[in-house]
């Protein structure tokens, strides 16, 4: 199988080694050649353009840095679609737009070339060490045909469904790491110029019951489930919880946007009268203003999977 690699930065360009030492011959191509000494110096071979790489290849890996990237590299002059064959596969690696991996996967389609979108999770030293997520959407038994290729550069290598569903997951995940991160500046500044020295903040708030969840494991119990009664700790006491903290950040003189509006969202889901029932019960209202019918994964379901991932 002659793979292809094109983007050597940050990510890409340590996944291509990963590849190589797994013992896989490659054909490289970046805008800048410099980027690829490492992967030459290692016995790659150099392709001046996308579409030299995709005739060279059986199967082409992307790791560009945004939508107009991967649509040069794809549809430019001497791109890939020009040179890909038919029952050829391309995995792009970028993040990506979910409207644009569809429109060139129904592209691709008409070519008898399968395009997966594939984005990754893990950072460079995920890219580097090997623990890195793969989230994948798009054919199946191509995805099982390269699982050997993308287990060489991650170890968290999932099929999520059909094309597009690798990049709303990691869409998902990001959004949600960024607007954590916002909120954990503003109640951190708040406790900080309430009084408390920060590794000692930090020291106590990372061994509460939040800080010692995974972020996204606590949405298993109550979220996932649609299950919010009998309660494990009542939705008033939250609620009093939140008020207090943001009576404080006032008293302190810490703008705390985001709490605020959390404790806005929190007291409409109070008018509903569910204040006996579970504290993260206020996750409810945005099903509703999301239209998406009431979440009900089984618990069995959702057991498997913590018990898969240790
Ligand atoms: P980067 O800018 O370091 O690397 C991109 C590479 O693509 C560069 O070497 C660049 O020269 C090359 N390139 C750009 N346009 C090209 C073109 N038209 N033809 C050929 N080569 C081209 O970016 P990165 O940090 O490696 O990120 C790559 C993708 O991975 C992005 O979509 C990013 O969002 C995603 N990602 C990044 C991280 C991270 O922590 N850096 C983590 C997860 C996912």
């Excluded at 002659?2 to 805008?31: E, P, R």
Aim: with cysteine.
């Amino acid at each position: 199988m002659q793979v292809g690699f094109i983007g050597l930065g940050t990510m890409g360009g340590s996944m291509a080694a990963n590849l190589q030492k797994a013992g896989v011959a490659l054909v490289v191509h970046d805008l800048h050649r410099q980027a690829a000494g490492r992967h030459l110096a290692a016995g790659a071979t150099w392709a001046d353009t996308p579409r030299a790489v995709a005739e060279a290849a059986d199967v082409v890996f992307t790791s560009l840095p945004a939508p107009p990237d991967v649509e040069a590299v794809a549809t430019g002059a001497d791109g890939l679609l020009g040179g890909m064959r038919t029952g050829s596969a391309w995995f792009d690696l970028s993040t990506n737009s979910v409207a644009l991996v569809r429109a060139l996967h129904a592209r691709c389609a008409a070519a008898g070339v399968a395009l997966l979108d594939a984005p990754v999770s893990g950072g460079p030293h995920g890219a580097a060490s090997g623990r890195l997520a793969i989230w994948v959407g798009g054919d199946r038994a191509a995805f099982d045909r390269h699982k050997h290729l993308l287990d060489a550069m991650g170890d968290r290598v999932r099929h999520i469904g059909p094309i597009g569903a690798g990049s709303i997951a990691k869409l998902t995940h990001n959004a949600a790491g960024a607007a954590i991160n916002v909120v954990l500046a503003e109640v951190f500044t708040m406790g900080v110029k309430a009084g408390v020295e920060p590794l000692a903040l930090w020291d106590a708030i990372r061994q509460g019951a939040t800080g010692r969840n995974r972020t996204f494991d606590r949405m298993g119990d109550h979220f996932l489930q649609g299950s919010y009664d009998p309660p494990d700790f009542a939705f008033r006491l939250i609620h009093k919880d939140v008020s207090l903290a943001a009576a404080l950040a006032r008293e302190v003189g810490v703008p705390m946007r985001m709490v605020n509006l959390a404790l806005a969202e929190m007291t409409e889901a109070l008018n509903r009268g569910w204040g006996g029932r579970d504290s993260r019960v206020s996750m409810k209202l945005q099903e509703e203003r999301a239209g998406i019918p009431p979440l009900a994964v089984p618990p069995a379901e959702i057991k498997a999977v913590l018990e898969r991932d240790g």
